[in-house]
């Protein structure tokens, strides 16, 4: 079969996460019968020397006690075949009793030829001990051993020599008995560990998975959004910041659906958008022939709107690309750009919103025209529609706007009399979809002037020092020190709007 067949095949092995043996809890598991097996080997380990050593005292005790016995004069009629029928019982082949400075050897058999160890049950090291016995359990059984030891609290001391026959057996049974006990108390211990760690770790992470699996299925979906549980600890604090990233995104990605479906249905219009506004500049232009004075005064800015709106359905796609364009900075009279938004706006004069400006007509300013434009036109926009919602026909309507210079940079203020931006509106102030302060407000005219600013190396900000209305401060800087217009003050100058809309100077 060649390779490409191969790989057209599907895969039949289930998918990770179906797999027992990469579980989270079958691994949990697996090491903790692991962790304390390794626990009852340390303590296996150290008790088996112990038992040599207990082993070894008690058959020196019994020694001891026999040949006490046997040595007395109350006992010296004994038949030799009895007393070695009581040394043999202790597993002894030589024995040697040292009391008040004498000495009695008995022989119950034949000394051997090699003493292979020598054992002092009363002066040993913890690690020659654990040497020793794991000899004895793997090496032993044929070994002859000399084994010394007090006699209780007396001087006396005996000594017996024999075969590790006996001790290697002994030593067997224990070391099987502690391993089948070890494996008891591993499987339990295991299982109630596992219980526990799996009710508080386990099952809060795997539900934690599930839920970010389903999220990830479909991240619209309200329900696939973790309800976190009432926990105090380091898994209650990540389900509660998984759910709150959850419902972040959620919102992000209703802004970005509802942008969108902006763009595709602006997209649709803009096509006939464009016809309208060319069949209208046709028209705008015949105007231009007619010898009516009123025409002929007001068909200009009819055919400046027109341009401006024929250009922006050009870009009116752009805000929704990774940036807008880059502004092609020039110098200009920002008097006159006032000027175009006062006539776009077309404000009657008993409309009840006054318009008022405080910019120097000799005020140059180092931007791009159309971008300045478009950042003005939207923020008088907001606040006369800000104006316009309020009925109440005692209250002072207007918006005004001042410009000066502090150093090579312009300061160009937007302020209003109206109510102000609410809470909420100020939290998301240049976010789309979310920083508009009127009801039915999409909030992209603040997100595009502030990026439109941004894209000068400027700022935009909301000022705080006004108990009433808004005030928004666009601050240019300019591109280069070489194009500050000449005749500019040295000191910090700033002429701002005072509070009954006349120009005041602040030095």
Known sequence: MNETAGHDRPDPRPPAAARPRRRLSAKLLLLTILFVMIAEVLI???????????????????????????TAEATADLPQQVQNDVLMAIGAKTIALRMEGRSHLLVV????????????????????????AFATLFFGGDKSLRVTGPIGDSDGRIEL??????????????????????????????????????????????????????????????????????????LGLAERELASMQAQLQSTLRSQK????????????NHDMRNILASAQLLGDRLTETDDPAVQ?????????????????????????AQEKAPVRRRVRLARIVADVEDLLGLEPDGGVQFA?????????????EQLFRVLMNLVRNAVEALRGDDDPATV???????????????????????GLPAQAREHLFAPFSGSGRRGGTGLGLAIAHELVSAHGGTLELREDRAVGT????RLPDASPDTVRPGTPRRPELRVAASDGKAADRR
Do not use: C
């Open 44 to 70: 296996f380990v150290p008790s088996v020397a112990n038992f040599r050593i207990t082993w070894l005292e008690q058959r020196l005790n019994t020694a001891a006690a026999a040949s006490v016995l046997i």
């Open 109 to 132: 058999s034949e000394m051997p030829d090699e003493v292979d160890q020598h054992v002092d049950v009363a002066d040993f090291s913890p690690f020659g001990a654990i040497r020793d």
């Open 161 to 234: 020599v024999m075969s590790d026959d006996y001790l290697r057996t002994a030593m067997l049974i224990y070391a099987r008995n502690i391993a089948i006990l070890s494996i008891i108390i591993a499987l339990i211990s295991a299982t109630l560990v596992f219980l526990a760690i799996n009710r508080i770790m386990i099952r809060p992470i795997e539900r934690m998975t599930r839920s970010m699996l389903r999220f990830a299925e479909n991240p619209s979906d309200a329900d696939a959004v973790i309800v976190p549980e009432a926990r105090s600890d380091e």
């Open 258 to 269: 509802r942008l969108a479906d902006l763009g595709l249905a602006v997209s649709k219009i």
């Open 297 to 321: 005064r007001f068909a200009p800015k009819l055919i400046r709107a027109l341009d401006r709106a024929a250009n922006y359905t050009s870009d009116v796609l752009s805000y929704g690309k």
């Open 357 to 369: 400006t405080d910019v120097p007509d000799d005020l140059e300013v180092d931007a791009d025209p």
């Open 397 to 419: 309507k207007r918006v005004s706007i001042s410009a000066g210079r502090m150093g090579a940079t312009t300061i160009i203020s937007v302020e209003d009399t109206g109510p």
């Open 471 to 474: 005030r928004f401060e666009i």
